[in-house]
């Protein structure tokens, strides 16, 4: 199971992968079927979660119902008992939808849902993070997670990001994140997919980012709460969500 994942995760392209997972789902869903772990998102048990990965592969993390990974669904458990995000009408910007999320927050009536992404078949606005087609000021929410370590000029896209967020808005950066580097590691003479996925933990990711990440997001004018919300919970709350212990909520204000 574990090979055959990651052939498959490495030889077919994201766009297409999105499309066809959208069969194997119920497949999936009803083979593993259990009562050992949860997903929080939708309430489904299972007897075991699926492996991820594209370099070194994390074994039972991935939801066969939702899809989502540890950081899914630590975000999916944040934003609903720590924040109105459900609550309150919201004008949100969706950076490359997850699949987790995308169908949930389209269907909530009282959300403005807007999502962009270069690549991605289920997002609205086909856009350059680098070079947003949108108005100043205008997102009461930005989600933004798992693209900047992509994006060879993530200076410009957090300056972008910053100026399509309205004044007293908030985001949610989250990125693969090395809290044992002090120092964020990029080298963009590094092309090989391979090479790539040996030294960024991906084939299509152009840095490490460290702790430093942080202060880059404040030195663009955004307030940062670092917030690990993995200590909220037990042991076996964390197992049995399958949250990665200690990682860190990126979540940004603009005032």
Known sequence: MKTLFKFILNLIPRPLLISLSYGVRPVLVLVLKGTTYTDPIDGKSFRKFLPYGYGNQRENVLSPSTLSLERHRLLWLYLKNETDFFTSPKKILHFAPEQAFHKRFKNIKHFDYVTTDLNSPIATVKADICNLPFE?????????????????????????????????????????????????????????????????????????????????????????DEVDYTAQFSDQDLDKYRLAKGEIIPVVYKF
């Not at 993530?154 to 809290?179: C, H, N, S, W």
């Open 136 to 224: 100043s000021n205008s997102f009461d929410v930005i989600l933004c997670n798992h693209v900047l370590e992509h994006i060879l000029d993530d200076t410009k896209a957090m300056q972008e990001l910053y100026r399509v967020m309205q004044p007293g808005g908030m985001g949610i950066f989250q990125i693969p994140q090395d809290l044992n580097r002090d120092k964020t590691f990029e080298n963009h003479t590094i092309t090989d997919k391979k090479e790539r996925a040996k030294i960024f933990g991906q084939y299509d990711h152009v840095r490490v980012y460290g702790k430093d990440y942080f202060e880059k997001l404040r030195s663009i004018g955004f307030k940062v």
